[in-house]
């Protein structure tokens, strides 16, 4: 039975790699069954091998190599399409771009799929069951996420270390080794079922079974260790701030007129409730203020006067003109009780489509548009520059900017906070929400700072310097959440360098073996 399903060309090309890669979304958030992982990229490189080991038949028909690019872009296409789908939810908000839902629900994950389709087909000649070839596949699928994660604007979306969100623990190894070395040891652990088929003897299967599972300990062991060390460490501190986190659970809507902004203002400094004697940050999310701008909202600060005292400061989501150009930023604004603007920050990372359009005066002419509402595409930030506030350092990340570990490398400080507001309304009932939320908890790890954020329609929180959830408001809830923060230094590591120093030891040990069986 088995047999003759196997021996089917349209099963092994089409029908596994489609089934495998639509499950694996089971292993992020909000599901996290992690396990699968252990099943899915094991039977990746099982039938990757399996392909190449068909001489005749159906699989090597001239010119073969072609099968191993089918294989790899079925995995991937399906991979993204239950992955991010959560992409046309966007599209759902304007009529307009209605009609677009059908291209950017199978374009996307097949453009996305073809960094899968590429990396099988150069490394699919070269596998077979040996352990060498488990070396080869898991730096390759590793490289391909890091090349995913740049090339571009870049989307580092559902690496497969983020499907290790819950483990805490074992998520310390973040902060010395980065996200892109951590990704690696994940995707190979989670192959190393694989060694079952392996032609070596049960014992070095035991051996390889041992090696992975201690360093999985000692991962484990130096997280614990970190974890405890942090909580002397928090006990003995003398610097903190007090924040509020403020979710407003205000609908997506476009065209807000001058009596619905008021009455988010009015909503806003409800869910505030300031204390006008006590020192405090204020963290609104984005979007509040949709389609406009910090000049054309100054004409509510009378509200902002009358409610927030000098011991008060706000930071919030707005669009910023540029007067050189007359362009606008999507900015994280930061006002005193006066509405005066006292710091800000100008988005680097814009969304595709979203945020700007690429190519935007041809298809402007063409009747697109940008997503999001007013005043054409945003300008990108030209630094990943810091807000300070009373000699605190804050690192700034605006919505879809958590997901990329770089912003947070790159910066030139050291921070004491990361503040990240969003939109999540975007993401409408999706998995979407979720699944951003959890690269939150990453950031906070790699850089050892306390993580305070603040979302429209998904998931506020305070999460510390280790990753541990402090207070949160879950999916579409309304109100805030406050905590007297510790002031702590960044310690973050230049991850690139410890990535590739991995994949030429990776690369390495596969030289050797080649040159060592050549013999």
């Not at 199978?106 to 060498?132: D, E, R, S, V």
């Amino acid at each position: 039975m088995l047999k003759n399903i196997l021996s089917n060309r349209f099963v092994v090309l089409y029908i596994i790699p489609f089934t495998i890669g639509s499950i694996s979304v089971l292993s992020f958030e909000p599901f996290n069954l992690t396990i699968i992982n252990f099943i899915i990229l094991p039977l990746f490189f099982y039938f990757m091998v399996y392909i190449n080991k068909k001489t005749k038949g159906f699989y090597r028909k001239k010119p073969y190599k072609k099968n191993f690019f089918i294989f790899g872009l079925l995995f991937g296409f399906s991979f993204y399409l239950s992955g991010v789908s959560w992409i046309t939810n966007s599209l759902t908000f304007d009529d307009s771009f209605k009609v677009l839902i059908p291209f950017a629900l199978i374009l996307i994950p097949l453009f996305l799929g073809l960094f899968t389709a590429f990396t099988a087909l150069l490394i699919g000649p070269y596998l077979k069951f040996n352990l060498t070839s488990v070396i080869i596949f898991s730096g390759s699928i590793a490289f391909s996420d890091y090349i995913r994660a740049k090339l571009f604007t870049g989307f580092p979306w559902n690496l497969w270390a983020y499907s290790t969100s819950w483990s805490n623990e074992i998520l310390q190894i973040l902060n010395p080794i980065g996200l892109y070395s951590y990704n690696l040891v994940v995707i190979t652990f989670f192959t190393l079922p694989v060694i079952i088929f392996l032609r070596i003897n049960i014992i070095k299967k035991m051996l390889i079974f041992l090696l992975f599972f201690l360093l999985i300990l000692v991962f484990y062991i130096y997280g614990n260790y970190e974890i405890n060390m942090n909580k002397k460490l928090l006990n003995n501190n003398s610097q903190s701030i007090f924040v509020k986190v403020i979710s407003p659970n205000f609908d997506l809507q476009y065209g807000l007129n001058s009596k619905q902004i008021e009455e988010r203002f009015k909503k806003l400094i409800k869910y505030s409730d300031p204390n006008k004697d006590q020192k405090t940050l204020f963290i609104w999310p984005e979007g509040v203020f949709s389609g406009y701008s910090f000049d054309e909202i100054s004409v509510f600060k009378k509200m902002i006067i009358n409610n927030f005292s000098k011991e008060h400061i706000i930071v919030f989501g707005a669009n910023k003109l540029d007067k050189k150009t007359g362009k606008f930023f999507n900015s994280m604004l930061v006002i005193n009780n006066n509405f005066e603007l006292i710091e800000s920050y100008n988005k680097l990372k814009l969304v595709p489509f979203g945020e700007f359009l690429p190519f935007e005066k041809v298809l402007n002419n063409l009747g697109l548009k940008k997503i999001t509402e007013g005043h054409g595409s945003f300008l990108k930030g030209d630094k990943n520059n810091i807000l300070v506030i009373d000699e605190t350092n804050i690192l700034p990340l605006i919505c879809y900017e958590i997901i990329f570990t770089d912003l947070v490398q790159k910066s030139d400080y050291n921070t004491n906070l990361i503040i990240n507001i969003s939109e999540d309304g975007w993401f409408g009932k999706s998995i979407g929400p979720d699944q951003h939320f959890s690269k939150s908890i990453f950031r906070a790890v790699e850089n050892n700072t306390f993580l305070l954020r603040s979302a429209n329609k998904g998931i506020s929180a305070i999460i510390d310097n280790k990753g541990n959830i402090i207070k949160q408001l879950k999916r579409n809830e309304t109100g805030s959440i406050e905590f007297e923060v510790p002031l702590i230094k960044s310690n973050k590591v230049k991850n690139d360098l410890i990535f590739f120093l991995l994949l030429i030891t990776y690369l390495s040990i596969f030289l050797i073996y080649r040159k060592k069986n050549a013999k």
